[in-house]
């Protein structure tokens, strides 16, 4: 058996992706859930802070609603916008370690086929979040402060690769997104006020960050665990399976309505 059909017949075992695909959606039901309790915390907080009239506390309901809906989309998209990333970057890897016929063509044009690889990303992201699931409740502007905070989750993933796994294969892909994080918030026709409100927003969504890491960080512990993840085949390839799992696992939820029940609450 060849190592690509090992691969193939490994992670197509219907009891082990069926495992894994369990515990992918247990781990996000478990995020909702703490989306939903902290809201219901800061909401009776500030109702017992107001004492709203009943008018007060109608508009309170609401814009408690809008703004679980809207933190659950936020981490739906942190997901997605990941995963598209991730799936360019593990096609980098095997470009550049697995297929040698390619390396006189890699090494010349690695840099630009990286630049290709990532605006193919904002159109995968794109289509995640408007056909895979169809996000109605985050604004653009939302959108794009997450994909911000997502740019930080995918230098905190190489990192760990880099350090963790004694890999150094990622630098320059650490540098660009460093680089690409700094030119978020500074440009050359960049202000002052701009800056604040870039910062403000990495701020607000730090919390989407830790939710993120504590996820994915379980869901690939508990891969790599079962041997459902496999190292052989680079570490960076099986931490976008366990995000490919996510997004079906977001399916899944959204397809049952569990976001619209929610805001019920």
């Not at 370690?97 to 990303?121: G, H, T």
């Not at 408007?130 to 995918?154: C, G, M, N, P, W």
């Not at 790599?224 to 099986?238: A, E, M, R, Y």
Request: glycine share 4%.
């Amino acid at each position: 058996m060849s190592q690509s059909q090992y691969y193939v017949t490994h992670y197509f075992n219907a009891q082990n992706a069926g495992s894994f695909m369990a515990v992918s959606l247990i781990g996000l039901i478990v995020v909702l859930a703490i989306v939903l309790l902290t809201a219901k915390l800061q909401k009776h907080y500030k109702i017992n802070i107001e004492n709203p009239t009943e008018a007060e506390l109608a508009q309170i309901e609401q814009t408690h609603k809008t703004k679980v809906i809207s933190w659950i989309e936020s981490f739906y998209e942190m997901v997605f916008s990941s995963t598209s990333v991730l799936i360019f970057l593990s096609l980098y890897y095997v470009l550049d370690e697995r297929i040698p016929q390619a390396a006189y063509f890699w090494n010349k044009y690695q840099d630009i086929l990286l630049m290709v690889f990532l605006v193919c990303s904002v159109f995968l992201t794109f289509w995640f979040d408007r056909i895979f699931v169809h996000l109605k409740t985050i604004s653009s502007e939302q959108k794009a402060s997450v994909r911000l905070i997502s740019a930080f989750y995918i230098i905190l993933i190489l990192l760990y690769i880099k350090f963790i796994y004694n890999d150094s294969n990622y630098d320059s892909l650490i540098f660009y997104f460093v680089m690409l994080a700094i030119g978020r918030f500074v440009y050359f026709d960049s202000t002052l006020d701009y800056i604040k409100e870039s910062l403000k927003n990495v701020v607000k969504y730090l919390p989407l960050l830790i939710l993120m890491g504590a996820y994915s960080g379980f869901i690939c512990w508990y891969g790599f665990s079962s041997d459902f993840l496999l190292k052989s085949n680079g570490v960076i390839v099986s931490t976008l399976l366990a995000h490919l799992f996510m997004d079906v696992a977001i399916f899944v939820l959204d397809k049952i309505r569990v976001v619209q029940f929610i805001g019920k609450f």
